[in-house]
């Protein structure tokens, strides 16, 4: 068993469980302004809950430039919500909720919907292993097999396994299969 996080959700307890909405408790600090990583349709911002550091996975609005496509993006990112709350394995980053991501667009201030999970200290498991040439990768990857084979057998098909910030994704792309 590999966890990356470690993280317990239960260190959280001064947030209300009764609220996934977590934007009053987060604390953006002026040293994590820019994003921490990139991906092809959302930026991660380091952010911190009364001390702990968590992750704002915030969507980019590429494109969305009437209100039908903004619906459309928050369909989306509701969807995501739905599945991913409902996921709990050691493998798998674990949601803790959403916000309203403050941003200034083009079109004046504005707030994103944003996802929210634990900020995962060691990086992607790229790279972790990038800078820890020596440690043994067959754990790592059975710790992503298992992490997938729980999804899959929740219906749930991941569509970006690349290594970009989830602990599961990592190396799929160069694994070989006999």
């Given at each position: 068993?590999?966890?990356f ?8 307890n001064?947030?209300?469980d009764?609220t996934?909405?977590?934007?009053n408790?987060i604390?953006?600090r ?8 990139e ?10 809950i009364h ?8 969507m980019r609005?590429?494109?969305v430039?009437?209100?039908?496509l903004?619906?459309r ?15 709990t394995?050691e ?9 309203f991501?403050?941003?200034?667009s ?22 972790f ?5 020596t440690v043994d ?6 710790g992503?097999?298992?992490g ?11 569509g970006?396994?690349?290594?970009v910030?989830?602990p599961l994704?990592l190396?799929?792309?160069?694994l070989?299969?006999?």
């Open positions: 068993m590999v966890a996080s470690g993280f317990d959700a239960r260190r959280l001064h947030v209300p009764s996934l909405d977590l934007t408790n604390i953006y002026d040293e994590y302004r820019h994003p921490a990583a991906g092809g349709q959302s930026d991660i911002y380091r952010a911190d001390g702990i550091p968590i992750a704002v996975k915030v609005e590429i494109g430039d009437s209100d039908q903004r619906g993006l928050a369909q989306k990112i509701a969807r995501e919500m739905k599945v991913w709350s409902k996921v394995h493998n798998v980053l674990a949601f803790l909720g959403f916000c991501f403050p941003n200034i083009h079109t004046g201030s504005s707030a994103q919907l944003s996802l929210v999970s634990p900020w995962m200290k060691n990086g992607t498991a790229v790279q292993a990038r800078a820890n040439p990768r067959l754990p790592i990857i059975r992503v097999v298992d997938l084979r729980h999804l899959h057998e929740k219906n749930i098909v991941h970006d396994i690349k290594g910030y989830k994704d190396w799929l792309s160069t070989r299969f006999a």
